[in-house]
């Protein structure tokens, strides 16, 4: 089992949707939880970091982790063309999930 | 600070070739990382360097790889006698800490 799993999608809302992203991960030792965008062809870029349980609302962006549940989500409010991206969620530098694909039309 | 920077941002080269890529990380950043990236995949870890000491290497980075931080500023990634599977995206991040890092437009590898 890998240590972080990722529904790859794709994923396809309209304009406007509330979009959930998720991962689960294995080890309970895990206390940091970063999610990454990604638009194809470029570098990886930081959306936000959250530690232990709880959320971290950021703009349109909440990150919610069920530490319990080893369950983790990040939430797109409004969702827009420009939110058209692979979203990477990862628990250290060495865990990244493989991606979801999301296409917002 | 203009982030993080990867020359070349493309190579293609001949299959037993070898090849060098530079990361500048963002200059107060003491942890820098590589990874590598194929489609449909996330990031994988290939290497990290705190200052100038590298610290952890992943199985995955073969005795083909080498990577070095001289000074603890850019870092250089070598790929020797390179081979078809190499072809990938190569990532750079530098971090303040431990926890986030912030990548560079990565060193996309074509080998032919």
């Known amino acids: 089992q890998k240590e972080v799993e990722q529904d790859p999608g794709p994923l396809s809302v309209p304009e406007g949707a509330i979009v959930s992203l998720n991962c689960t991960y294995s080890?309970?030792?895990?206390?940091?939880f970063m999610w990454y965008r990604q638009y194809s062809r470029k570098g990886p870029e930081l959306l936000m970091y959250?530690?232990?349980?709880g959320n971290k609302e950021d703009g349109r962006f909440t990150a919610q982790v069920d530490k319990s549940s080893k369950y983790i989500s990040l939430f797109i409010r409004d969702s827009q063309p420009s939110d058209s991206a692979t979203y990477l969620c990862?628990?250290?530098?060495?865990?990244f999930g493989k991606g979801t694909s999301l296409l917002v039309t | 600070d203009t982030g993080v920077s990867q020359n070349p941002r493309h190579k293609i080269t001949k299959r037993g070739q070898n090849v060098t890529f530079r990361c500048d990380p963002i200059?107060?950043?003491?942890?820098l990382y590589w990874y590598r990236q194929t489609l449909g995949q996330g990031p994988e870890f290939l290497t990290y360097?705190?200052?100038?000491?590298?610290?952890?290497k992943s199985r995955l980075l073969s005795d083909r790889f080498s990577a070095e931080r001289p000074k603890g500023s850019f870092s250089t990634l070598e790929i020797q006698r390179t081979e078809q599977g190499d072809s990938a995206m190569y990532l750079c991040?530098?971090?303040?800490?431990?926890?986030?890092?912030?990548f560079g437009p990565g060193t996309r590898l074509t080998v032919t």
């Open positions: 200059s107060e950043h003491n942890r």
């Open positions: 080890n309970s030792a895990f206390q940091y």
């Open positions: 991040a530098s971090s303040p800490t431990s926890i986030e890092q912030y």
């Open positions: 990862a628990m250290r530098a060495l865990n």
């Open positions: 360097f705190q200052n100038e000491a590298q610290l952890e």
């Open positions: 959250t530690y232990s349980s």
